[in-house]
């Protein structure tokens, strides 16, 4: 009864507030408050229209002989206003968002009509309008269009499609399969003649959603996040204009996979607007407000994944140069004192992560701040900035979820180097040298060095004869990639796309982590048509272009680098060397005796556990469980009474393999669950899995433990685990159910030194 009372008042003061009109519909409401009616010409309000007036009046104005027509089941929002000298017309059910404005006069106003110069505006059924949209004279929006926050109008927009920017143009068609808009092309004069039509683009389906929150108007972000070209779309929902505290006091239960936190400065650090002011203000005033709105992100996004938050810029209205801008109380010292220890803060979560705005914005260049955007529409960036924030939040959202690519494969002639080796001999190479492409040749091995040190593996995949190529790269003395820097090498005269394959099966890991980069366009698109899976980006003509075009790509980010990342090419190129040692000795037994493998034991910690989860989370084959934790789920997990978790660690003679195992019990009563069994690829085969189990079962007797249990969880990967336990020895208790009673200690595998010494150093036995 209240709602039927409500709506009844609300009908009742619109017929009262908008008695001036020609036309009220039916059950037409007026919502929160009176819109301001200027009414010379006519006015017609369809049945169960809303004008929704609750922070600012809606205006509806019109000249003598100007008609304003404003079809049914109409929303019209606060703030905006219709100026009407002609004709403006609004279907059935459209939506406007707030503070938008309708005009057919180009001049003038509606209180001197005879001064302007007037188009009539048409916007069509089921259209929707977001914020601050400005419609000029002359325009017309189709049936079921979208047009994009703070985005101006001055023409015709096609039906059923998304649009935005300044002028407005078409985005996408809103079925998200079909291509990007254009004009269509010109009959030709010859009518025999037939006129190609373009192929369907594919469509990259959305890989993830989140939240956008900011206190400008950010919606040309989530449409360049879901753009149909991009390789992973994202798809973002927008929080209400201007709400970034209370959104993170209350953000919404089910965010997603990611969120985005770019504001102001000036409007988000009460400092930084005084400072601006012309007011003085100190450090420890800035650092305040910093930590008290990190505080609130930390609060309000602490269960989202992927947190991303751009570094503060100043637009060029805000604050004027000055040469003291850099010394204490200047706007450059604020604002780098800001972003600093907004980086700080960040460094300590494991969830947040800081992007740097500014390179967004000088790679878009001098038109990277639009100030007309900002007035009209509060747009204060140029849409080529929001492409590329779009690129760097996907990269961040894929590195989260583990798709950071791990594996570059490079060809060699006109590619790693100038020239062709079989034909030149490696002495006449483009290479260093005082020549503007050597040069660059050797800037882009650099690049592909750097990547190779954050754990990026290199490989080689060439037509050319390996034993020429192979003396180049260790002779030419301005190579700086040498032997070592790659894990793999096909360099022969086969299919490119077989050998590709072929290594990365070599190196256990999957086509998707693989990126592809040669100079010929017919080997890119063998590869990129053969192995869809394998990333293979478009590459220059020019080498001088080369490291740049490395440099672009997003698709290489991981949230946190460990100590094995780093160490991670010679981690394989030291197992290379095992795999040549095996094929020289006549038996495993010979093998394993000679390598002097130690598997050493270690309590879980700080110190490990950003290992211990990305190993965890990744590894998928010798996986008894596949259970996923972040780090303070997996150090909770431990802490847990009955719990234990210890973290395995594999040397040889040869070198050391870091920490590539995890072994995990839980014990009630007599009995101790094997809840994690993980280890990594690069070491199965070498007695390690016998090894683990023999560690467990030490320690399970340690903690009191009558009997050792584990129950596999089967998944499309972990067969090889499944087959480990099959034939351990363990007794079978289910389908996937193995025990081992623990009155004989699981044997220890011959030729393998095992240290538990750490792992029990201080324990109480039960």
């Not at 779009?390 to 494969?409: C, E, H, P, T």
């Not at 080369?546 to 030291?574: G, I, M």
């Amino acid at each position: 009864m209240f709602d039927v009372a409500s709506r009844l008042g609300q009908v009742l003061r619109a017929r009262w507030t908008l008695r001036s009109c020609d036309r009220i519909g039916r059950w037409t409401r007026t919502m929160f408050g009176p819109p301001i009616i200027e009414n010379n010409g006519s006015i017609e309000l369809g049945d169960r229209t809303r004008l929704m007036s609750e922070f600012a009046p809606v205006e509806l104005r019109t000249a003598k002989g100007g008609r304003l027509v404003i079809g049914e089941r109409t929303g019209i929002n606060y703030g905006t206003s219709f100026h009407v000298v002609e004709s403006v017309t609004v279907g059935r059910n459209v939506d406007m968002g707030p503070h938008c404005i309708v005009t057919d006069a180009d001049t003038g106003s509606v209180d001197q009509p005879e001064r302007a110069s007037t188009r009539p505006v048409v916007i069509g059924d089921g259209a929707w309008l977001a914020s601050r949209v400005t419609v000029l004279p002359g325009s017309t929006i189709g049936a079921g269009s979208i047009i994009a926050a703070g985005s101006v109008v001055d023409g015709p927009i096609p039906p059923a499609v998304l649009a935005g920017g300044i002028p407005a143009r078409v985005l996408r068609h809103l079925d998200a399969t079909s291509p990007v808009f254009e004009p269509p092309v010109p009959a030709p004069e010859n009518t025999d003649q037939v006129v190609p039509v373009a192929p369907r683009r594919d469509v990259a389906p959305i890989t993830g959603r989140g939240l956008l929150i900011s206190d400008f108007t950010v919606d040309h972000l989530a449409l360049a996040l879901e753009r149909p070209e991009a390789e992973r779309r994202l798809h973002a929902e927008v929080a209400p204009f201007g709400t970034v505290v209370p959104t993170l006091l209350t953000p919404p239960a089910d965010i997603g996979d990611f969120a985005v936190v770019w504001t102001r400065p000036e409007a988000i650090l009460p400092t930084m607007a005084r400072l601006l002011d012309g007011a003085e203000v100190t450090a420890d005033e800035i650092l305040g407000d910093v930590d008290r709105l990190f505080g609130l992100v930390e609060q309000g996004l602490g269960a989202v994944p992927c947190v991303v938050v751009p570094t503060w810029t100043l637009a060029p209205w805000c604050a004027v140069p000055s040469l003291t801008g850099g010394r204490p109380g200047g706007a450059l010292w604020a604002l780098n004192l800001a972003n600093g220890r907004l980086m700080e803060r960040c460094a300590r979560s494991a969830n947040v992560f800081v992007v740097d705005a500014s390179r967004w914005i000088a790679a878009t260049g001098a038109d990277a701040y639009k100030e007309k955007l900002w007035f009209l529409g509060k747009v204060p960036f140029d849409e080529r900035v929001f492409e590329i924030a779009a690129d760097d939040i996907s990269a961040a959202v894929a590195a989260v979820s583990g798709a950071a690519r791990k594996l570059v494969v490079v060809d060699l002639d006109n590619t790693l180097w100038g020239g062709v080796v079989g034909d030149d001999g490696w002495e006449a190479l483009r290479l260093g040298g005082h020549d503007g492409a050597g040069e660059a040749f050797v800037e882009f091995q650099r690049a592909l060095r750097q990547l190779g040190r954050t754990g990026v593996l290199l490989a080689i995949v060439s037509k050319n004869d390996e034993a020429v190529a192979l003396e180049a790269i260790d002779h030419h003395g301005a190579m700086v990639l040498r032997r070592d820097d790659f894990v793999a090498w096909r360099i022969n005269w086969d299919d490119k796309a077989a050998n590709i394959a072929a290594l990365t099966a070599e190196l256990n890991l999957g086509l998707q982590s693989v990126v592809f980069i040669d100079d010929n366009p017919h080997e890119r698109e063998r590869v990129r048509t053969a192995l869809p899976e394998v990333l293979v980006p478009d590459w220059p003509d020019d080498p001088t272009a080369y490291p740049q075009a490395l440099r672009s790509l997003r698709c290489f980010d991981r949230p946190a680098t460990s100590a094995e990342d780093l160490n991670r090419t010679a981690l394989y190129v030291t197992e290379r060397r095992r795999d040549e040692l095996l094929a020289s000795v006549g038996s495993l037994d010979e093998w394993i005796r000679d390598l002097g493998v130690v598997v050493k034991a270690d309590r879980l910690g700080s110190g490990n556990v950003a290992r211990s989860a990305q190993l965890l989370n990744k590894t998928n084959q010798m996986n008894l469980r596949t259970r996923r934790l972040s780090e303070p789920e997996l150090l909770q997990w431990a802490d847990d009474e009955g719990h234990q978790t210890w973290c395995i660690t594999v040397s040889d003679r040869l070198g050391d393999a870091g920490l590539t195992g995890i072994v995990s019990i839980a014990v009630e009563d007599d009995r101790a669950t094997l809840v994690d069994y993980v280890l990594s690829c690069r070491v199965m085969g070498r007695r390690v899995e016998p090894a683990m189990v023999h560690i467990a079962a030490l320690l399970a007797t340690d903690l009191g433990a009558r009997r050792l249990v584990a129950e596999l969880l089967p998944t499309a990967k972990n067969d090889p685990c499944r087959r480990f336990f099959d034939s351990s020895g363990f007794t079978r208790t289910g389908e996937y159910g193995y025990e081992w009673e623990l009155d004989a200690i699981f044997p220890a595998p011959a030729d393998i030194t095992i240290d538990i010494a750490t792992a029990l150093a201080g324990r109480t036995p039960a």
